[in-house]
Nanobody, 121 residues
Framework: VQLQASGGGLVQAGASLRLSCTAS????????IGWFRQTPGKEREFIAA???????YYADSMKGRFTISRDNAKNAGYLQINSLKPEDTAIYFC????????????????WGQGTQVTVSS
């Protein structure tokens, strides 16, 4: 499956964004979808995951402002980010896996190219 992340941009602190992850090549519905983010010089950080049945799992530090969802009919997953802060500036990646429901980079076999989110103060 090929993934394409989109929806990033330059926003002011306090704004909201909805990132999208669209899949092609296969039906997305059986896959776990995960979202990660990465800043220069740091490891990729887990945000949230959603199973094929829409059970969700968030990193403790991401609970509250981040909401993961999916629309299997559209072969897409989403990450809603509210009350954006400058420290949310990062490249956001979506990932997918047929089997694993996890928080590690190694848990996911398929990755999108990332979408840049920049939050100005």
């Amino acid at each position: 499956v090929q993934l394409q992340a989109s929806g990033g941009g330059l926003v002011q602190a306090g704004a909201s964004l909805r990132l999208s992850c669209t899949a092609s090549g296969r039906t997305f519905s059986p896959y776990v979808i995960g979202w990660f983010r990465q800043t220069p010089g740091k490891e990729r950080e887990f945000i949230a995951a959603i199973t094929s049945r829409s059970n969700t799992y968030y990193a403790d530090s991401m609970k509250g402002r981040f909401t993961i969802s999916r629309d299997n009919a559209k072969n897409a997953g989403y990450l809603q980010i509210n009350s954006l802060k400058p420290e949310d500036t990062a490249i956001y990646f979506c990932a997918a896996d047929e089997v694993t429901y996890g928080s590690r980079v190694s848990d996911y076999d398929y990755w999108g190219q990332g979408t840049q989110v920049t939050v100005s103060s």
